[in-house]
């Protein structure tokens, strides 16, 4: 049998519900390695929904999306772009962290979540985009992008640019629209590391244009 998180996402309930219940998901084996579920963080009245692959080692830590260096790097891009983060819904198409240690068994090394635990992690998102009455989805990076949009989804030709929304109908009345940009962990990595900040602003500006 295929895992899935299915039977432990509660029927009912708030974010808040979905939270308390996600410590206890047994959906796939990331849960055994993490230290704790890392869930979402934000504004579950949010018109703006950002999404990322998975939380990193910082965030397995403290139990928050998005507290590590390119949590902090987002934040200030978001700042830049005139998105507030306070007034935003952060979360993650996975939300256990993956990892190997290195040679020396004392640092955690991230590894880009599997397909088949990206479709277990799916039914937490789902429930997520159903109570959260988001204008813009924002998937961060290409697992993100792929995860709400499908495999055939590439980032390389569609970033930056406002769609229409590629999923399931969500619980809202009139369903977000969709932007893919960069994982800012790829502004971390890059050669020119200024070049591709202002890309992501400005691809972050067109999120807030969109909320109008």
Same mark, same amino acid.
């Given at each position: 049998m295929a895992d899935t998180s299915a039977p432990f996402v509660p029927g009912t309930g708030d974010v808040d519900v979905l939270r308390a219940a996600a410590?206890?998901?047994?959906?796939? +084996? !990331?849960?055994?390695?993490a230290t704790q579920v890392v869930?979402?963080?934000?504004?579950? /009245?949010?018109? /703006?929904?950002l999404v990322g692959e998975?939380?990193? &080692? /910082?965030? &397995?830590r403290q139990g928050e999306p998005f507290v590590g260096p390119a949590g902090r790097l987002l934040r200030r891009a978001?700042?830049? /772009?005139? !998105?507030?983060?306070?007034?935003?819904y952060l979360t993650n198409a996975v939300k256990h962290f993956k990892h190997h240690l290195d040679t020396r068994g004392?640092?955690?090394? +991230? &590894?880009?979540?599997?397909s088949t635990e990206i479709r277990a992690c799916r039914p937490w998102l789902d429930a997520e985009l159903s109570l959260v009455p988001a204008q813009i989805v924002v998937a961060l990076g290409a697992t993100a992008a792929q995860a709400l949009a499908g495999p055939t989804f590439r980032i390389t030709r569609q970033r930056g640019q406002l769609l229409e929304?590629?999923? =399931? =109908? #969500?619980?809202?009345?009139?369903?977000?629209?969709? @932007?893919a940009t960069i994982h800012p962990s790829a502004v971390l990595r890059a050669d020119d590391r200024e070049a591709a900040f202002?890309? !992501? #602003?400005?691809? @972050?500006?067109l999120a807030v244009a969109a909320l109008g």
């Open positions: 410590r206890e998901c047994r959906g796939c +084996h !990331l849960y055994q390695d869930f979402s963080s934000g504004s579950p /009245a949010s018109k /703006a929904f998975q939380p990193g &080692d /910082a965030e &397995d978001m700042e830049d /772009a005139g !998105l507030d983060a306070g007034s935003c004392t640092r955690r090394i +991230h &590894d880009k979540p599997a929304w590629p999923g =399931p =109908p #969500v619980g809202n009345d009139k369903q977000p629209m969709f @932007l202002a890309g !992501l #602003v400005e691809d @972050l500006r």
